[in-house]
C-alpha cells in the first residue's frame, strides 16, 4: 500500500501551481495550504481558473509544473489514492435525472465502493441529511433545484471521504436554499471533513474560514474574510442611493475627493479617504446636477468591495 506523505495539519497543500492549454495560462503560480477540517473558499469571477486547480487537485488534469498533495497523496503521481480519499461535486448537477432518489444513491454507493454492509446505513443517512426521507421514490428531475444540490452533495459524501471538493456547487441556486445548503456543509466541516468550496458569489465568502481569492489565474489576496476587510481599512467606504445612479456615478468618478465609484445593487459605493469632506463635495456635485440623494452614508465594506478594489490593484500593478 501506498504510504502518504507526512503533511501534519495540512490536508491540502499547493506550491507554485501551473497549468498552460497552448499559450493560454489558466494557473499562474498558485500556492495555498488548507488545513484539515477547514471551510476554505475559492472565489473569483468565471473563468479565474478556480476549476482547473480544482481538478488538478481532483486528479483530473496533470499540472504543468509546481507541486500539489492532497490528504498527503502528490496529484502528479498518485491520482487514484486521491480519488479515492475525496468527494467531488460539480457546478452542473452530476446525478441521473432518470432515476428516483433512491435508485441515484444506490448507483453512487457502488461506483464509490461502499461496503455493502454499511450501504443501507448510509443511504438513509443521506436521505435525512438532504430531507428527502419522503421522496427517496421521487424520480430525480421532478426536484426542486435546492433539493438536487442535497442528493448530489449527499451522494458525493456516501463513502465517507475526509476531503471534499466543492466547485460552485450554489450555482443556479436560490438565496434559501443556497444558505440550508450551506449550513450542511458547515454539519460536515464540524464532524471533521474539510471543504474545498469554489464560488463566483462574493456573499458565500463571509462562510468560510478562509479563502483565497483568483483573478486571471493568480492568488490576488488569501485570509479570514475579516482581514481581506482590513485591507481596505486606509478608504472609508459610502453607500450613495440617488434618483439616477449612472449619471451620479459619472458625476463623481473623476473627483479629486472620490478613490473609486461602483455600482452595487440600485446605487453606489464610493470609495474615499476623508469621508467628512468627501460626503460635502458629493452633495454639492449631485446638486449641480440636479440630482436627488436618497442616501449617503458610511459603511463596512462586503466581500465584493474587497475583490473590486483588489482586482483594480492587480490591474494597476499589470500596467
Known amino acids: 500500500m501506498i504510504q502518504r506523505e507526512n503533511t501534519g495539519a495540512w490536508a491540502v497543500e499547493i506550491e507554485d501551481l501551473v497549468k498552460t ?3 493560454f495560462t489558466a494557473v499562474d503560480h498558485v500556492s495555498i495550504r488548507i488545513r484539515a477540517g477547514e471551510v476554505f473558499g475559492f472565489l473569483g469571477p468565471n473563468g479565474a481558473g478556480k476549476s482547473t486547480v480544482i481538478r488538478i487537485l481532483c486528479g483530473l488534469l496533470r499540472p504543468t509544473s509546481g507541486r500539489a498533495t492532497v490528504h498527503g497523496f502528490d496529484v502528479a503521481t498518485h ?4 480519488r479515492r480519499n475525496i468527494g467531488y461535486m460539480s457546478q452542473k448537477f452530476s446525478l441521473y435525472d432518470d432515476l428516483t432518489v433512491s435508485e441515484n444513491i444506490d448507483f453512487f454507493s457502488g461506483i464509490y465502493g ?3 454492509a454499511r450501504r443501507p446505513e448510509r443511504k438513509e443517512y443521506v436521505l435525512r441529511m438532504a430531507d428527502l426521507e419522503q421522496r427517496s421514490n421521487t424520480v430525480t428531475r421532478l426536484l426542486p433545484g435546492g433539493w438536487k444540490q442535497r442528493l448530489a452533495l449527499g451522494c458525493a ?4 471521504p475526509p476531503i471534499l471538493f466543492l466547485d ?3 450555482s443556479g441556486v436560490d438565496p434559501i436554499a443556497r444558505r440550508a445548503f450551506w449550513d450542511l456543509i458547515y454539519d460536515l466541516s464540524e464532524a471533521g471533513q474539510t471543504i474545498f468550496v469554489t464560488t463566483h458569489y462574493m456573499d458565500e465568502a463571509e462562510y468560510c474560514h478562509r479563502l483565497a481569492l483568483i483573478n486571471g489565474g493568480k492568488i ?5 474574510p475579516a482581514s481581506l476587510k482590513d485591507e481596505l481599512s486606509s478608504r472609508t467606504l459610502l453607500q450613495l442611493d440617488s434618483s439616477d445612479p449612472l449619471e451620479s456615478m ?11 465609484v461602483a455600482v452595487f445593487g440600485g446605487g453606489l459605493h464610493i470609495a474615499v479617504q476623508n469621508a467628512e469632506r468627501a460626503t460635502v463635495r458629493i452633495r454639492e456635485i449631485l446638486a449641480a446636477q440636479k440630482i436627488d440623494i436618497r442616501r449617503l452614508e ?8 474587497v475583490f473590486v478594489a483588489l482586482i483594480e490593484q492587480q490591474a494597476r500593478s499589470a500596467a
Do not use: C, Q, W, Y
Open 250 to 260: 459619472r458625476a463623481l468618478e473623476n473627483d479629486p475627493e472620490i478613490d473609486d
Open 21 to 23: 492549454f497552448g499559450d
Open 168 to 170: 460552485e456547487p450554489t
Open 114 to 116: 461502499v461496503p455493502k
Open 220 to 224: 490576488i489576496a488569501a485570509g479570514t
Open 157 to 160: 459524501i456516501l463513502h465517507e
Open 79 to 82: 491520482p487514484e489514492d486521491i
Open 298 to 305: 458610511r459603511i463596512p465594506p462586503s466581500m465584493e468591495d
